[in-house]
RNA sequence: GCCACCAUAGCUCAGUCGGUAGAGCAGCCGCCUUGUAAGCGGCAGGUCGGGAGUUCAAUUCUCCCUGGUGGCUCCA
């Protein structure tokens, strides 16, 4: 069936003669008709419709639901119109074709005006003209219906899977969870309300109605993030302070990756759709790439460093002995081409930066081995950075039951290292790539997790990419895979420290940033212009830690309020008092005290607090009359 | 992607029952030269997110689009 909709201001058509033999006659009070506002649906019932009327009906129905709530209208004129198809359908059909989808569309409550059928008419016809008010759609039954059956298909593969949920602590006690009118209930969670929040969001997947997370205000207010209308959504802007936070992170985690030992490699952003290795492993996930045209391909943009990193170690000749090896790469940016609605702030990104280190190990036991080496490796590196281990997170880990019968021990040991119970959900069957895994999810105000840190024992990569190493007994072998994020995308460690400030805010702390972070760690505010040039050379005597001057001629209360505001963690306040003695009077955002200090002392204090951190110069010009504003 | 809501000056917002708009802050100029979160005065600043429709007239009403927010769904 084939069918052209416009929607009109009106329609208004004359019953002239028959075009049919032996169609019934049409009375003189229905020769003429004219419909205002409407949605006018010409229609031309084909020959393959006769095999399926009631698929047809039902299909022809929804759409043409779809389209007049589309251009909100109740209102659908049915014309039957032979001219969109050289196969019609047999009159009778046709005609009760027509009938049926009319049926179909006064139950579901639309006022409906058929226009006579086998009859030649004129019409007059004015289309509204907006973008939708003229559309075609050809509609078959049988595609409708195996779509669906297609989409069912892999749903119900999913639908297979049944998870169990589980409480683990730290002293090996299991406890069953289970929900009821999302509530979880199984384990007494006084004193780890933000694990019931987390096994509540992961188990119930309901929310209340909550606002918008508060992070998104500051990344704007704080001038480091904002949105960027003129990209897509997900898809970021950095502003000079934000970009120094995220460039100290993505150094900091590199750096602490080399350490542990990995080699660095990079590549490329975008693969190709039809490369052999990559169809099977894409196939389960068609709808979430971006897409890209090359000039002569159709290429997709990685989600993540693993197939760029697979396809370099399938080329690789590696030894028994080499294992564990490792590939490291931070990936700016991995590409998610997330649903429109859960795109937010610095949460979920369609481009994001991800530490993303990949482990080759030869068997379980040396894979549960690594897998620790690097749980030290993530949590010494969270901790270093400014976040509390473990109070800022809760674990999810994922184990397929075959996985947890073997193991217990090794499962048991993970949550004894983790010091706090541990939200366990256990698969029935292996359905994704892993037999095991764990996150570490920051839950924010608005109880929504968000993965941070996470590493996999991937079971099937190996084989699929023809990933191999050479055994103790000179065969090949596939390895077993690690994908470590020790930090989760990078984006997401900004968005955990904004929240966590907005929550000390809101429990009447002084929310700030870590000092090594800070994008200003010392401001200096003369008290007056007289000591502007003695603040000048404050300056010089502080060359390796963030400092700048607030020369503005505002008054000091003004400059004093303009550095909190940026969540300055030193302020330094110099009038004739401090030119007098030499020492600064330092106004201590952490502690709210001000105390007296050599301007040497301050510098230690602060190359102290950082140390083992990576530094960077001021992001914007030192004097804050030289700095235009990014946002007001 | 679906449903709902939102979009007015750089920012936060008010307003116009259809006749093209206003405040505070920020900016600029001037005065003040300041002791720990907003000194005073003046000036400038808007295609009322974009497109189309209705209308003599649209920022206001209608439709579409874009961006954002919440929820749903999703989250390798």
């Known amino acids: 069936m084939r069918v052209l909709f416009l929607h009109?201001?009106?329609?208004?058509?004359?019953?002239?003669?028959?075009?049919?033999?032996?169609?019934?006659?049409?009375?003189?009070?229905?020769?003429?008709?004219?419909?205002?506002e409407a949605l006018v649906c010409f229609i031309s019932a084909e020959k393959r419709d006769e095999a399926n009327l009631a698929g047809v009906v039902r299909a022809a129905a929804a759409n043409i639901v779809e389209i007049a709530d589309q251009v909100r209208t109740k209102r659908i004129v049915l014309y039957p119109y032979a001219h969109?198809?050289?196969?019609?359908?047999?009159?009778?059909?046709?005609?009760?074709?027509?009938?049926?989808?009319?049926?179909?569309?006064?139950?579901?409550?639309?006022?409906?005006?058929?226009?006579?059928?086998?009859?030649?008419?004129?019409?007059?016809?004015?289309?509204?003209?907006?973008?939708?008010?003229?559309?075609?759609?050809?509609?078959?039954?049988?595609?409708?219906?195996?779509?669906?059956?297609?989409?069912?298909?892999?749903?119900k593969a999913e639908a297979k899977l049944v998870s169990h949920w589980h409480i683990l602590e730290p002293n090996g006690a299991v406890h069953h969870l289970s929900i009821k009118d999302g509530k979880v209930s199984g384990f007494h969670f006084e004193g780890h309300d933000r694990l019931r929040r987390f096994a509540t969001y992961e188990m119930a997947k309901s929310r209340e109605a909550k606002e918008e997370p508060p992070h998104v205000r500051l990344m704007r207010e704080l001038e480091l993030v904002d949105y960027e209308p003129g990209s897509d959504p997900g898809n970021l802007r950095y502003y000079p302070k934000g970009r120094l936070i995220k460039g100290l992170l993505e150094e900091f985690v590199t750096e602490r990756l080399r350490?542990?030992?990995?080699?660095?490699?990079?590549?490329?952003?975008?693969?190709?759709?039809?490369?052999?290795?990559?169809?099977?492993?894409?196939?389960?996930?068609?709808?979430?790439?971006?897409?890209?045209?090359?000039?002569?391909?159709?290429?997709?943009?990685?989600?993540?460093?693993?197939?760029?990193?697979?396809?370099?170690?399938?080329?690789?000749?590696?030894?028994?002995?080499?294992?564990?090896?490792?590939l490291y790469e931070?990936?700016?940016?991995?590409?998610?081409?997330?649903?429109?609605?859960?795109?937010?702030?610095?949460?979920?990104?369609?481009?994001?930066?991800?530490?993303?280190?990949?482990?080759?190990?030869?068997?379980?036991?040396?894979?549960?081995?690594?897998?620790?080496?690097?749980?030290?490796?993530?949590?010494?590196?969270?901790?270093?950075?400014?976040?509390?281990?473990?109070?800022?997170?809760?674990?999810g880990m994922r184990v397929?039951?075959?996985?947890?019968?073997?193991?217990?021990?090794?499962?048991?040991?993970?949550?004894?290292?983790?010091?706090?119970?541990?939200?366990?959900?256990?698969?029935?069957?292996?359905?994704?790539?892993?037999?095991?895994?764990y996150e570490w999810n920051f839950v924010d105000a608005n109880d929504k997790a968000a993965a941070l840190t996470?590493?996999?024992?991937?079971?099937?990569?190996?084989?699929?990419?023809?990933?191999?190493?050479?055994d103790e007994a000179g065969k090949k072998r596939h390895p077993l895979i690690l994908h470590l994020s020790p930090s989760g995308a990078v984006e997401r460690v900004l968005y955990a420290f904004l929240e966590k400030a907005?929550?000390?805010?809101?429990?009447?702390?002084?929310?700030?940033?870590?000092?090594?972070?800070?994008p200003t760690q010392i401001r200096i505010v003369p008290v007056s212009v007289d000591q502007l040039e003695f603040a000048r050379g404050l300056l010089d005597r502080l060359p390796d830690v963030r400092a700048d001057l607030d020369d503005s001629d505002d008054t000091l209360g003004k400059k004093i309020r303009t550095a909190e505001k940026e969540w300055v963690p030193y302020i330094v306040?110099?009038?004739?008092?401090?030119?007098?003695?030499?020492?600064?009077?330092?106004?201590?955002?952490?502690?709210?005290?001000?105390?007296?200090?050599?301007?040497?002392a301050l510098r230690k204090r602060i190359l102290a607090e950082t140390k083992g951190l990576p530094f960077r110069r001021l992001a914007e010009p030192e004097l804050l009359s030289a700095r235009p504003i990014f946002r007001g």
């Open 84 to 155: 969109l198809s050289s196969s019609l359908a047999a009159p009778g059909a046709a005609q009760e074709l027509i009938a049926s989808v009319e049926k179909e569309l006064v139950g579901r409550g639309f006022d409906v005006h058929a226009s006579p059928f086998g009859y030649y008419k004129s019409f007059r016809v004015a289309v509204k003209g907006h973008p939708l008010s003229e559309l075609s759609r050809e509609i078959v039954a049988d595609a409708s219906a195996e779509g669906k059956e297609d989409l069912s298909t892999a749903v």
């Open 330 to 395: 931070l990936t700016r940016y991995s590409f998610r081409a997330e649903q429109r609605g859960e795109v937010v702030g610095l949460r979920r990104l369609r481009a994001f930066t991800m530490p993303d280190c990949h482990a080759l190990v030869s068997d379980v036991e040396m894979a549960k081995e690594e897998l620790m080496v690097r749980f030290e490796v993530a949590w010494n590196l969270l901790e270093d950075c400014g976040l509390s281990m473990p109070d800022d997170f809760e674990v």
């Open 454 to 470: 996470t590493d996999q024992i991937d079971t099937e990569n190996a084989e699929r990419f023809g990933i191999t190493f050479t």
């Open 573 to 600: 306040v110099v009038g004739k008092k401090e030119i007098e003695s030499g020492n600064l009077n330092v106004r201590v955002r952490e502690t709210k005290e001000q105390i007296e200090m050599s301007t040497d």
């Open 259 to 326: 350490d542990y030992g990995t080699m660095e490699v990079e590549c490329p952003v975008m693969y190709d759709f039809e490369h052999p290795a990559l169809k099977s492993y894409l196939d389960r996930f068609p709808a979430r790439q971006y897409i890209v045209q090359t000039p002569n391909k159709r290429t997709f943009l990685r989600f993540s460093a693993c197939f760029g990193q697979f396809l370099i170690m399938k080329d690789m000749v590696i030894s028994y002995k080499q294992l564990p090896l490792s």
């Open 502 to 518: 907005a929550a000390a805010a809101k429990d009447g702390k002084t929310p700030m940033l870590p000092v090594w972070l800070s």
């Open 400 to 437: 397929t039951k075959a996985f947890w019968d073997a193991n217990k021990d090794f499962v048991a040991a993970y949550a004894k290292r983790w010091g706090k119970p541990i939200l366990v959900e256990m698969w029935s069957d292996q359905f994704f790539y892993f037999v095991m895994k």
């Open 8 to 36: 009109v201001d009106y329609l208004e058509y004359d019953v002239r003669e028959k075009a049919l033999k032996g169609v019934p006659d049409v009375p003189q009070s229905k020769r003429h008709g004219r419909i205002e």
